[in-house]
Protein backbone atom coordinates (compact mmCIF):
# COMPACT_ATOMS: atom_id res chain seq x y z
CA UNK A 1 0.00 0.00 0.00
CA UNK A 2 1.53 3.77 -0.97
CA UNK A 3 1.10 6.08 1.58
CA UNK A 4 -1.23 8.11 -0.09
CA UNK A 5 -3.69 4.79 -0.50
CA UNK A 6 -3.02 4.63 3.14
CA UNK A 7 -4.60 7.36 3.77
CA UNK A 8 -7.84 6.94 1.78
CA UNK A 9 -11.16 7.98 3.60
CA UNK A 10 -12.91 5.32 4.81
CA UNK A 11 -16.51 5.67 6.33
CA UNK A 12 -17.86 3.62 9.34
CA UNK A 13 -20.53 0.63 8.36
CA UNK A 14 -22.30 1.91 12.34
CA UNK A 15 -21.47 2.80 15.61
CA UNK A 16 -20.28 -0.60 16.90
CA UNK A 17 -18.01 -1.26 13.93
CA UNK A 18 -16.65 2.06 14.64
CA UNK A 19 -15.95 1.82 18.25
CA UNK A 20 -14.97 -1.89 17.29
CA UNK A 21 -11.99 -0.13 15.56
CA UNK A 22 -11.44 2.24 18.17
CA UNK A 23 -11.04 -0.42 21.06
CA UNK A 24 -8.37 -2.76 18.53
CA UNK A 25 -6.25 0.44 17.73
CA UNK A 26 -6.14 1.18 21.58
CA UNK A 27 -5.45 -2.46 22.51
CA UNK A 28 -2.80 -2.42 20.04
CA UNK A 29 -1.07 0.68 21.36
CA UNK A 30 -1.48 0.65 25.23
CA UNK A 31 1.25 0.11 27.26
CA UNK A 32 2.91 0.20 30.82
CA UNK A 33 1.95 4.00 31.26
CA UNK A 34 -1.09 4.00 28.62
CA UNK A 35 -0.54 5.28 25.37
CA UNK A 36 2.69 6.37 25.30
CA UNK A 37 4.15 9.46 23.12
CA UNK A 38 0.29 10.27 22.74
CA UNK A 39 1.29 14.04 23.62
CA UNK A 40 -1.32 16.97 23.85
CA UNK A 41 -0.41 20.21 22.74
CA UNK A 42 -1.26 23.60 24.54
CA UNK A 43 -3.51 25.82 23.08
CA UNK A 44 -1.66 28.82 21.25
CA UNK A 45 -1.77 32.14 23.24
CA UNK A 46 -1.94 34.51 22.02
CA UNK A 47 -3.40 31.86 -2.40
CA UNK A 48 -2.21 35.35 -1.93
CA UNK A 49 -1.44 37.95 -5.09
CA UNK A 50 2.05 39.02 -6.12
CA UNK A 51 3.55 41.46 -3.97
CA UNK A 52 2.08 44.36 -5.84
CA UNK A 53 -1.54 43.67 -5.12
CA UNK A 54 -1.38 41.87 -1.49
CA UNK A 55 -2.65 43.99 1.23
CA UNK A 56 -0.12 43.40 3.61
CA UNK A 57 -2.14 42.59 6.88
CA UNK A 58 -6.44 40.87 6.79
CA UNK A 59 -8.25 44.53 6.94
CA UNK A 60 -4.95 46.98 5.67
CA UNK A 61 -7.32 47.77 2.82
CA UNK A 62 -10.80 48.16 5.46
CA UNK A 63 -12.07 51.68 6.37
CA UNK A 64 -13.86 51.86 10.48
CA UNK A 65 -17.00 53.76 10.67
CA UNK A 66 -15.28 57.06 10.65
CA UNK A 67 -13.66 55.87 6.65
CA UNK A 68 -10.20 55.47 8.57
CA UNK A 69 -8.03 52.21 6.87
CA UNK A 70 -7.19 50.15 9.72
CA UNK A 71 -4.87 47.16 9.63
CA UNK A 72 -5.72 43.84 11.23
CA UNK A 73 -4.15 40.46 12.07
CA UNK A 74 -1.14 39.64 9.97
CA UNK A 75 -2.45 36.36 7.97
CA UNK A 76 -1.50 34.12 5.87
CA UNK A 77 -4.44 34.40 3.31
CA UNK A 78 -6.33 37.18 2.19
CA UNK A 79 -10.10 37.17 3.99
CA UNK A 80 -9.31 34.37 6.10
CA UNK A 81 -8.49 35.66 9.79
CA UNK A 82 -6.82 33.78 12.22
CA UNK A 83 -7.12 34.23 15.85
CA UNK A 84 -5.07 36.89 17.94
CA UNK A 85 -5.04 38.49 21.16
CA UNK A 86 -5.85 42.19 19.96
CA UNK A 87 -8.97 42.91 16.92
CA UNK A 88 -10.20 45.78 15.46
CA UNK A 89 -12.66 46.83 12.94
CA UNK A 90 -11.24 50.37 12.48
CA UNK A 91 -13.96 51.79 14.96
CA UNK A 92 -12.87 49.86 18.20
CA UNK A 93 -10.25 47.62 19.55
CA UNK A 94 -11.30 44.74 21.03
CA UNK A 95 -8.42 42.69 23.58
CA UNK A 96 -7.37 40.26 26.13
CA UNK A 97 -5.48 41.29 28.87
CA UNK A 98 -4.96 38.69 32.07
CA UNK A 99 -5.69 40.25 35.40
CA UNK A 100 -4.65 37.37 38.74
CA UNK A 101 -4.35 34.54 36.01
CA UNK A 102 -7.93 35.50 34.50
CA UNK A 103 -8.53 36.66 31.22
CA UNK A 104 -10.24 39.89 30.70
CA UNK A 105 -12.22 41.40 27.17
CA UNK A 106 -11.47 44.96 26.84
CA UNK A 107 -12.96 47.30 24.66
CA UNK A 108 -11.57 50.76 23.44
CA UNK A 109 -12.68 53.45 20.99
CA UNK A 110 -10.30 53.79 18.55
CA UNK A 111 -11.27 57.89 18.14
CA UNK A 112 -11.46 58.68 21.90
CA UNK A 113 -8.51 56.36 22.60
CA UNK A 114 -10.48 55.45 25.71
CA UNK A 115 -11.83 52.24 27.15
CA UNK A 116 -15.60 51.75 26.59
CA UNK A 117 -16.42 48.51 28.32
CA UNK A 118 -14.44 45.17 30.05
CA UNK A 119 -15.67 41.86 31.09
CA UNK A 120 -13.97 39.25 32.84
CA UNK A 121 -13.94 35.43 31.75
CA UNK A 122 -14.65 33.77 34.71
CA UNK A 123 -14.02 30.34 34.53
CA UNK A 124 -11.65 30.33 32.29
CA UNK A 125 -7.70 30.46 33.12
CA UNK A 126 -4.62 32.33 31.27
CA UNK A 127 -4.18 34.06 28.11
CA UNK A 128 -6.88 33.44 25.07
CA UNK A 129 -7.35 34.44 21.68
CA UNK A 130 -10.34 36.06 19.96
CA UNK A 131 -11.70 36.10 16.31
CA UNK A 132 -14.24 39.53 15.49
CA UNK A 133 -17.56 39.65 13.55
CA UNK A 134 -19.38 42.50 13.53
CA UNK A 135 -20.82 43.00 16.86
CA UNK A 136 -19.49 39.69 17.76
CA UNK A 137 -16.71 38.13 19.40
CA UNK A 138 -15.63 34.60 19.79
CA UNK A 139 -12.94 34.09 22.17
CA UNK A 140 -11.10 30.84 22.39
CA UNK A 141 -10.05 29.86 26.14
CA UNK A 142 -9.10 27.14 28.38
CA UNK A 143 -11.02 25.70 31.67
CA UNK A 144 -10.45 28.04 35.02
CA UNK A 145 -7.57 25.23 35.84
CA UNK A 146 -5.60 22.77 34.59
CA UNK A 147 -7.46 19.99 34.69
CA UNK A 148 -6.30 16.88 35.66
CA UNK A 149 -6.71 14.07 32.80
CA UNK A 150 -5.40 10.88 34.06
CA UNK A 151 -6.00 9.01 30.74
CA UNK A 152 -3.37 7.34 30.99
CA UNK A 153 -1.50 8.95 27.74
CA UNK A 154 1.97 9.80 27.72
CA UNK A 155 1.21 13.64 27.50
CA UNK A 156 4.61 15.06 27.12
CA UNK A 157 7.91 14.42 25.50
CA UNK A 158 9.36 12.27 28.03
CA UNK A 159 6.85 9.25 27.62
CA UNK A 160 5.44 9.81 30.59
CA UNK A 161 1.37 10.24 32.07
CA UNK A 162 1.21 13.70 33.38
CA UNK A 163 -1.88 15.80 33.94
CA UNK A 164 -2.33 18.38 31.30
CA UNK A 165 -5.68 21.05 30.29
CA UNK A 166 -7.49 18.63 27.62
CA UNK A 167 -10.59 21.01 27.40
CA UNK A 168 -11.90 23.74 24.91
CA UNK A 169 -13.60 26.71 25.89
CA UNK A 170 -14.95 29.44 23.54
CA UNK A 171 -17.19 32.26 24.38
CA UNK A 172 -19.60 34.31 22.40
CA UNK A 173 -19.61 37.75 23.41
CA UNK A 174 -21.81 40.27 22.28
CA UNK A 175 -20.71 43.79 21.95
CA UNK A 176 -23.36 46.16 21.11
CA UNK A 177 -23.28 47.16 23.82
CA UNK A 178 -20.97 46.60 27.13
CA UNK A 179 -19.86 43.63 26.54
CA UNK A 180 -21.81 40.17 27.86
CA UNK A 181 -21.81 36.55 27.11
CA UNK A 182 -24.21 34.71 24.81
CA UNK A 183 -22.80 31.81 24.31
CA UNK A 184 -20.39 29.09 26.09
CA UNK A 185 -18.85 25.85 23.86
CA UNK A 186 -17.06 23.47 25.66
CA UNK A 187 -15.49 20.55 23.90
CA UNK A 188 -13.12 17.56 25.04
CA UNK A 189 -9.69 18.64 24.00
CA UNK A 190 -7.24 20.65 23.20
CA UNK A 191 -7.29 23.64 20.82
CA UNK A 192 -5.17 23.01 17.98
CA UNK A 193 -5.93 26.63 15.95
CA UNK A 194 -9.09 28.19 14.11
CA UNK A 195 -9.89 30.34 11.08
CA UNK A 196 -12.37 32.54 9.87
CA UNK A 197 -14.00 33.47 6.78
CA UNK A 198 -17.07 35.47 6.53
CA UNK A 199 -18.64 35.30 10.28
CA UNK A 200 -18.03 31.64 10.40
CA UNK A 201 -15.48 30.48 12.42
CA UNK A 202 -13.91 26.87 11.33
CA UNK A 203 -12.27 25.86 15.11
CA UNK A 204 -10.17 22.41 14.94
CA UNK A 205 -9.67 20.43 18.30
CA UNK A 206 -7.43 17.63 18.96
CA UNK A 207 -8.88 14.71 21.30
CA UNK A 208 -8.23 11.37 22.89
CA UNK A 209 -10.83 8.86 24.08
CA UNK A 210 -11.71 9.18 27.88
CA UNK A 211 -9.95 6.11 29.29
CA UNK A 212 -8.31 5.84 33.01
CA UNK A 213 -5.86 4.13 33.35
CA UNK A 214 -3.70 3.74 36.95
CA UNK A 215 -0.42 5.91 37.06
CA UNK A 216 0.74 4.70 40.32
CA UNK A 217 2.40 1.76 38.52
CA UNK A 218 3.41 0.78 35.17
CA UNK A 219 1.03 -2.70 34.02
CA UNK A 220 0.35 -3.21 30.59
CA UNK A 221 -2.06 -5.97 31.02
CA UNK A 222 -4.11 -3.98 33.47
CA UNK A 223 -4.02 -1.44 30.95
CA UNK A 224 -5.03 -3.50 28.12
CA UNK A 225 -8.07 -5.02 30.24
CA UNK A 226 -9.13 -1.97 30.72
CA UNK A 227 -8.84 -1.01 27.46
CA UNK A 228 -11.23 -3.92 26.25
CA UNK A 229 -13.20 -3.27 29.03
CA UNK A 230 -14.17 0.41 28.16
CA UNK A 231 -17.87 1.32 27.27
CA UNK A 232 -18.78 2.87 24.14
CA UNK A 233 -19.51 6.22 25.56
CA UNK A 234 -15.53 7.06 26.06
CA UNK A 235 -14.56 7.25 22.38
CA UNK A 236 -16.28 10.06 20.62
CA UNK A 237 -15.51 13.68 21.71
CA UNK A 238 -18.50 15.38 24.22
CA UNK A 239 -19.51 19.17 23.63
CA UNK A 240 -21.87 21.27 25.94
CA UNK A 241 -23.55 24.02 24.59
CA UNK A 242 -24.79 27.16 27.26
CA UNK A 243 -27.53 29.35 25.99
CA UNK A 244 -28.03 32.63 26.16
CA UNK A 245 -30.68 31.89 29.42
CA UNK A 246 -28.13 29.19 30.68
CA UNK A 247 -29.88 25.89 29.23
CA UNK A 248 -26.75 23.36 28.90
CA UNK A 249 -27.52 21.51 26.05
CA UNK A 250 -24.55 18.30 25.81
CA UNK A 251 -23.70 15.84 23.13
CA UNK A 252 -21.31 13.60 21.65
CA UNK A 253 -20.10 13.92 17.90
CA UNK A 254 -22.62 11.49 15.60
CA UNK A 255 -20.91 8.47 14.34
CA UNK A 256 -22.08 9.43 10.58
CA UNK A 257 -19.62 11.99 10.87
CA UNK A 258 -16.75 10.51 11.43
CA UNK A 259 -14.04 9.10 8.93
CA UNK A 260 -10.67 7.73 9.05
CA UNK A 261 -7.79 7.01 6.65
CA UNK A 262 -7.37 3.52 5.51
CA UNK A 263 -4.22 2.70 7.36
CA UNK A 264 -4.39 4.97 10.37
CA UNK A 265 -4.09 2.84 13.36
CA UNK A 266 -4.09 5.53 16.23
CA UNK A 267 -6.44 7.02 18.85
CA UNK A 268 -6.47 10.56 18.57
CA UNK A 269 -9.18 12.49 16.83
CA UNK A 270 -9.04 16.14 14.97
CA UNK A 271 -12.75 17.89 14.91
CA UNK A 272 -13.63 20.58 12.91
CA UNK A 273 -16.57 22.59 14.29
CA UNK A 274 -18.16 25.38 12.43
CA UNK A 275 -19.44 28.17 14.67
CA UNK A 276 -21.66 31.48 12.98
CA UNK A 277 -20.81 34.66 14.87
CA UNK A 278 -23.42 36.52 13.82
CA UNK A 279 -26.12 34.12 15.87
CA UNK A 280 -27.84 34.65 18.73
CA UNK A 281 -26.32 31.76 20.36
CA UNK A 282 -23.87 28.80 19.37
CA UNK A 283 -25.23 25.52 18.07
CA UNK A 284 -23.68 22.06 18.07
CA UNK A 285 -21.06 23.43 15.89
CA UNK A 286 -22.09 21.35 12.99
CA UNK A 287 -18.59 18.67 14.05
CA UNK A 288 -16.72 16.69 11.38
CA UNK A 289 -14.20 13.92 13.22
CA UNK A 290 -11.61 12.23 11.32
CA UNK A 291 -9.74 9.23 13.14
CA UNK A 292 -6.19 10.84 13.09
CA UNK A 293 -3.53 13.75 14.66
CA UNK A 294 -2.76 17.05 13.41
CA UNK A 295 -0.99 19.91 14.65
CA UNK A 296 -0.93 22.66 12.02
CA UNK A 297 -3.78 24.48 10.36
CA UNK A 298 -4.06 26.39 7.01
CA UNK A 299 -7.25 27.57 5.36
CA UNK A 300 -7.98 29.59 2.33
CA UNK A 301 -11.94 30.78 1.46
CA UNK A 302 -13.03 26.97 0.85
CA UNK A 303 -10.61 24.45 2.98
CA UNK A 304 -8.91 23.69 5.60
CA UNK A 305 -6.02 21.50 6.14
CA UNK A 306 -4.59 19.79 9.56
CA UNK A 307 -1.30 18.59 8.93
CA UNK A 308 0.51 16.39 11.34
CA UNK A 309 3.94 16.57 10.70
CA UNK A 310 6.43 13.66 12.00
CA UNK A 311 10.41 13.79 11.08
CA UNK A 312 10.47 11.97 7.73
CA UNK A 313 6.80 12.48 6.67
CA UNK A 314 3.73 14.88 7.43
CA UNK A 315 -0.27 13.60 6.63
CA UNK A 316 -2.07 16.22 5.64
CA UNK A 317 -5.93 16.43 5.26
CA UNK A 318 -8.28 18.71 4.10
CA UNK A 319 -11.60 19.77 4.90
CA UNK A 320 -14.34 21.18 2.02
CA UNK A 321 -15.57 24.23 3.61
CA UNK A 322 -16.73 25.62 0.68
CA UNK A 323 -20.61 24.27 1.04
CA UNK A 324 -23.34 24.58 3.24
CA UNK A 325 -22.23 21.98 5.55
CA UNK A 326 -18.41 21.29 6.15
CA UNK A 327 -17.14 17.83 4.75
CA UNK A 328 -13.73 15.58 5.58
CA UNK A 329 -12.75 15.87 1.65
CA UNK A 330 -9.09 14.33 1.04
CA UNK A 331 -5.85 12.99 2.84
CA UNK A 332 -2.49 13.07 0.93
CA UNK A 333 1.19 12.66 2.50
CA UNK A 334 4.69 14.43 1.97
CA UNK A 335 8.27 13.75 2.58
CA UNK A 336 10.18 15.61 5.70
CA UNK A 337 8.14 17.82 8.25
CA UNK A 338 6.62 21.46 8.07
CA UNK A 339 7.90 24.43 9.63
CA UNK A 340 4.81 26.28 9.93
CA UNK A 341 1.74 27.31 8.19
CA UNK A 342 3.17 28.96 5.86
CA UNK A 343 5.10 26.08 4.35
CA UNK A 344 1.66 25.36 3.11
CA UNK A 345 -0.19 27.31 0.19
CA UNK A 346 -3.19 26.45 -2.14
CA UNK A 347 -3.26 28.09 -5.68
CA UNK A 348 -5.76 26.93 -8.84
CA UNK A 349 -6.39 24.26 -7.26
CA UNK A 350 -3.17 22.30 -6.09
CA UNK A 351 -1.77 22.29 -2.83
CA UNK A 352 1.89 23.48 -2.15
CA UNK A 353 3.75 22.27 0.89
CA UNK A 354 7.52 22.91 1.88
CA UNK A 355 9.15 20.58 3.81
CA UNK A 356 12.73 19.85 5.56
CA UNK A 357 13.28 16.18 4.60
CA UNK A 358 15.91 14.49 7.10
CA UNK A 359 16.80 11.45 4.88
CA UNK A 360 18.21 13.89 2.32
CA UNK A 361 19.29 16.76 4.98
CA UNK A 362 17.89 18.95 2.43
CA UNK A 363 14.59 21.12 1.96
CA UNK A 364 11.81 20.26 -0.94
CA UNK A 365 8.82 22.02 -2.40
CA UNK A 366 6.05 19.25 -3.29
CA UNK A 367 3.01 19.84 -5.08
CA UNK A 368 -0.49 17.90 -4.59
CA UNK A 369 -3.77 17.99 -6.07
CA UNK A 370 -6.65 16.25 -5.13
CA UNK A 371 -8.19 13.49 -7.28
CA UNK A 372 -11.05 11.72 -5.90
CA UNK A 373 -10.19 11.66 -2.19
CA UNK A 374 -6.66 11.22 -2.12
CA UNK A 375 -4.12 14.54 -2.71
CA UNK A 376 -1.86 13.04 -4.86
CA UNK A 377 1.91 14.49 -5.43
CA UNK A 378 1.80 15.82 -9.33
CA UNK A 379 5.35 17.41 -8.97
CA UNK A 380 7.98 17.90 -6.64
CA UNK A 381 11.67 19.99 -6.85
CA UNK A 382 14.40 18.90 -3.95
CA UNK A 383 17.81 19.59 -2.84
CA UNK A 384 17.24 22.63 -1.36
CA UNK A 385 19.78 23.58 1.01
CA UNK A 386 21.66 20.41 1.12
CA UNK A 387 22.96 20.10 4.71
CA UNK A 388 20.90 22.92 5.68
CA UNK A 389 16.99 23.16 7.50
CA UNK A 390 14.07 25.50 6.28
CA UNK A 391 14.06 28.75 7.94
CA UNK A 392 11.19 30.80 6.26
CA UNK A 393 8.94 29.98 3.04
CA UNK A 394 6.42 32.24 1.58
CA UNK A 395 4.52 31.23 -1.28
CA UNK A 396 2.69 34.35 -4.05
CA UNK A 397 0.69 32.98 -6.57
CA UNK A 398 2.67 30.59 -8.78
CA UNK A 399 6.20 31.90 -7.03
CA UNK A 400 7.87 30.34 -4.26
CA UNK A 401 10.64 31.36 -1.60
CA UNK A 402 12.47 29.11 0.44
CA UNK A 403 14.99 29.93 2.85
CA UNK A 404 17.76 27.31 4.28
CA UNK A 405 20.50 27.88 6.74
CA UNK A 406 23.26 26.20 8.08
CA UNK A 407 26.07 28.91 8.11
CA UNK A 408 24.57 31.37 5.20
CA UNK A 409 21.19 31.97 4.05
CA UNK A 410 20.34 30.30 0.13
CA UNK A 411 17.33 32.23 -0.52
CA UNK A 412 14.99 30.22 -3.25
CA UNK A 413 13.08 31.26 -6.03
CA UNK A 414 10.65 28.38 -7.09
CA UNK A 415 8.91 28.81 -10.68
CA UNK A 416 5.67 26.53 -9.77
CA UNK A 417 3.44 27.83 -12.64
CA UNK A 418 3.49 24.10 -13.94
CA UNK A 419 2.43 22.27 -10.61
CA UNK A 420 4.00 18.91 -12.57
CA UNK A 421 7.54 20.72 -12.77
CA UNK A 422 8.50 22.91 -10.25
CA UNK A 423 11.62 23.99 -10.73
CA UNK A 424 14.16 26.61 -8.76
CA UNK A 425 15.21 29.84 -11.33
CA UNK A 426 17.38 31.50 -8.94
CA UNK A 427 19.44 31.25 -5.46
CA UNK A 428 21.06 34.18 -3.27
CA UNK A 429 23.39 33.05 -0.42
CA UNK A 430 24.04 35.99 2.35
CA UNK A 431 24.81 35.35 5.88
CA UNK A 432 22.54 34.68 8.53
CA UNK A 433 18.76 33.91 7.64
CA UNK A 434 15.18 34.79 7.19
CA UNK A 435 12.77 33.46 9.70
CA UNK A 436 9.98 35.73 8.48
CA UNK A 437 9.49 36.34 4.47
CA UNK A 438 6.81 38.94 3.94
CA UNK A 439 5.68 40.47 0.41
CA UNK A 440 5.90 44.09 -0.02
CA UNK A 441 6.16 46.46 -2.95
CA UNK A 442 5.99 44.91 -6.85
CA UNK A 443 8.84 42.53 -6.92
CA UNK A 444 9.77 43.21 -3.04
CA UNK A 445 10.11 40.26 -0.03
CA UNK A 446 10.83 41.51 3.24
CA UNK A 447 13.12 39.51 5.37
CA UNK A 448 13.01 39.75 9.37
CA UNK A 449 15.19 36.89 10.72
CA UNK A 450 19.11 37.06 12.44
CA UNK A 451 22.43 37.81 11.06
CA UNK A 452 25.19 36.02 11.08
CA UNK A 453 29.15 35.28 10.59
CA UNK A 454 30.74 33.32 7.97
CA UNK A 455 30.98 30.15 10.29
CA UNK A 456 27.28 30.52 10.81
CA UNK A 457 27.37 32.11 14.65
CA UNK A 458 24.26 34.31 14.80
CA UNK A 459 24.75 37.87 15.97
CA UNK A 460 21.43 39.71 16.15
CA UNK A 461 18.20 40.68 14.71
CA UNK A 462 18.18 41.83 10.87
CA UNK A 463 15.65 43.09 8.74
CA UNK A 464 15.97 42.82 4.76
CA UNK A 465 14.49 44.22 1.69
CA UNK A 466 14.71 41.36 -1.44
CA UNK A 467 14.30 42.33 -5.29
CA UNK A 468 12.70 39.70 -6.33
CA UNK A 469 11.52 41.04 -9.57
CA UNK A 470 13.88 38.46 -11.44
CA UNK A 471 13.26 35.17 -10.36
CA UNK A 472 16.74 34.06 -12.05
CA UNK A 473 18.89 36.82 -9.86
CA UNK A 474 17.06 37.42 -6.30
CA UNK A 475 18.90 40.35 -4.64
CA UNK A 476 19.07 41.69 -1.27
CA UNK A 477 18.80 45.52 -1.81
CA UNK A 478 19.11 46.81 1.98
CA UNK A 479 19.41 46.16 5.30
CA UNK A 480 18.79 46.98 8.99
CA UNK A 481 20.53 45.60 11.80
CA UNK A 482 20.15 45.42 15.44
CA UNK A 483 22.75 43.61 16.87
CA UNK A 484 22.53 41.25 20.18
CA UNK A 485 19.04 41.67 19.81
CA UNK A 486 16.22 39.58 18.38
CA UNK A 487 11.87 39.63 17.60
CA UNK A 488 8.69 37.82 18.10
CA UNK A 489 7.95 38.44 14.89
CA UNK A 490 10.78 35.72 13.81
CA UNK A 491 8.63 32.89 15.08
CA UNK A 492 4.92 34.48 15.10
CA UNK A 493 4.00 36.25 12.14
CA UNK A 494 0.76 37.97 13.90
CA UNK A 495 3.91 40.27 15.84
CA UNK A 496 4.68 41.65 12.59
CA UNK A 497 3.17 44.77 11.20
CA UNK A 498 3.69 46.26 7.57
CA UNK A 499 1.82 49.54 6.56
CA UNK A 500 2.29 50.25 2.76
CA UNK A 501 0.39 53.29 2.71
CA UNK A 502 3.44 54.80 4.49
CA UNK A 503 6.27 52.13 4.46
CA UNK A 504 5.85 51.74 8.04
CA UNK A 505 7.53 48.39 9.69
CA UNK A 506 7.34 47.63 13.37
CA UNK A 507 8.17 44.64 14.92
CA UNK A 508 8.83 44.11 18.69
CA UNK A 509 12.26 43.76 19.90
CA UNK A 510 14.17 42.64 23.18
CA UNK A 511 17.82 41.91 23.69
CA UNK A 512 19.05 38.60 24.51
CA UNK A 513 18.23 38.41 27.98
CA UNK A 514 14.68 39.87 27.55
CA UNK A 515 15.72 43.17 28.68
CA UNK A 516 14.52 46.24 27.24
CA UNK A 517 11.40 45.16 25.21
CA UNK A 518 10.23 47.85 22.75
CA UNK A 519 8.75 48.27 19.23
CA UNK A 520 10.94 49.33 16.23
CA UNK A 521 9.91 51.07 14.20
CA UNK A 522 11.33 51.50 10.37
CA UNK A 523 10.34 52.91 7.30
CA UNK A 524 10.66 51.32 3.86
CA UNK A 525 11.05 54.28 1.44
CA UNK A 526 11.65 53.10 -2.40
CA UNK A 527 14.82 50.54 -1.96
CA UNK A 528 16.22 52.10 1.43
CA UNK A 529 15.04 50.80 4.73
CA UNK A 530 15.29 53.64 7.76
CA UNK A 531 14.89 53.44 11.34
CA UNK A 532 12.17 55.91 12.41
CA UNK A 533 12.61 54.88 16.24
CA UNK A 534 11.67 52.55 18.79
CA UNK A 535 8.98 52.86 21.27
CA UNK A 536 8.46 51.44 24.70
CA UNK A 537 5.29 50.78 27.47
CA UNK A 538 5.31 53.48 29.71
CA UNK A 539 5.53 50.38 32.48
CA UNK A 540 8.32 48.37 30.77
CA UNK A 541 6.07 45.92 30.13
CA UNK A 542 7.25 43.67 26.45
CA UNK A 543 5.42 44.50 23.09
CA UNK A 544 3.74 41.96 21.27
CA UNK A 545 1.35 43.87 18.69
CA UNK A 546 0.79 46.67 17.03
CA UNK A 547 -1.75 48.04 14.62
CA UNK A 548 -2.73 51.54 12.96
CA UNK A 549 -6.11 53.44 12.47
CA UNK A 550 -5.94 56.13 10.56
CA UNK A 551 -2.47 58.00 11.72
CA UNK A 552 -2.67 56.42 14.80
CA UNK A 553 0.02 53.49 15.67
CA UNK A 554 -1.19 51.56 18.61
CA UNK A 555 1.30 49.37 20.32
CA UNK A 556 -0.46 46.72 22.78
CA UNK A 557 1.10 43.88 24.95
CA UNK A 558 0.21 42.30 28.58
CA UNK A 559 0.81 45.86 30.47
CA UNK A 560 -1.94 47.62 28.13
CA UNK A 561 -2.20 49.77 25.24
CA UNK A 562 -0.42 52.73 24.25
CA UNK A 563 -1.33 55.17 21.27
CA UNK A 564 1.01 57.29 19.35
CA UNK A 565 1.45 59.35 16.03
CA UNK A 566 1.99 57.27 13.13
CA UNK A 567 3.98 60.66 11.30
CA UNK A 568 6.01 61.48 14.60
CA UNK A 569 5.82 58.71 17.13
CA UNK A 570 4.58 61.27 19.65
CA UNK A 571 2.61 59.62 22.91
CA UNK A 572 -0.77 60.39 22.33
CA UNK A 573 -2.67 57.73 24.84
CA UNK A 574 -1.47 55.16 27.64
CA UNK A 575 -4.55 52.90 28.82
CA UNK A 576 -2.95 50.70 31.56
CA UNK A 577 -4.25 46.77 32.37
Known sequence: MTPAEGLRLVSYDSCPGLYDTLRASAAAKVGPFGFAGDEVPVPAAGAERDGAELAPNASDLSAGAAGDAF???????????????IKT?????????????????????AASRAQTGELTLTGAYGAADLLLSGDRA????????????PNGFAEDTRGWPVPRQSRLDLRLIDLTAAPRQIGRYAMDGALVD?????????????????IEFPLDRANEDVNRRIVAEAGDDVWLPRFEVTAPDGTVTTGT???????RPASYDGVRMLTMLSLDLAGTALADGTPVTVVADGDTVYGTAASLYVADGGVDRTEIYRFDTGGATPRYAASGVVPGRLLNQYALSEWNGSLRAATTVEARNAGSVTVLTQHGTALAVTGTVGDLG???TIHSVRFLEDRGYVVTFRRTDPLYAIDLRDPARPVVTGELKIPGYSAYLHPAAPGRLIGVGQDATAEGAVTGLQVSLFDVSDPRAPARLAQHRLPAHSSAAEFDPHAFLFWPATGHLVVPVADRTGAAPAALVLTLTGDAIRETGTLAQPDG?????????????WTAGPGGLRAVSLATLDGLAWLPV
Open 71 to 85: SGTNTHERGVDEPDL
Open 89 to 109: DGRRIVTIAVRDGVPVLRVVD
Open 138 to 149: LVLTAPDAPVSV
Open 194 to 210: ARQTGGTARVVVRSSPR
Open 253 to 259: VPCDRVS
Open 386 to 388: RGE
Open 541 to 553: SPITRSLVIGGTL
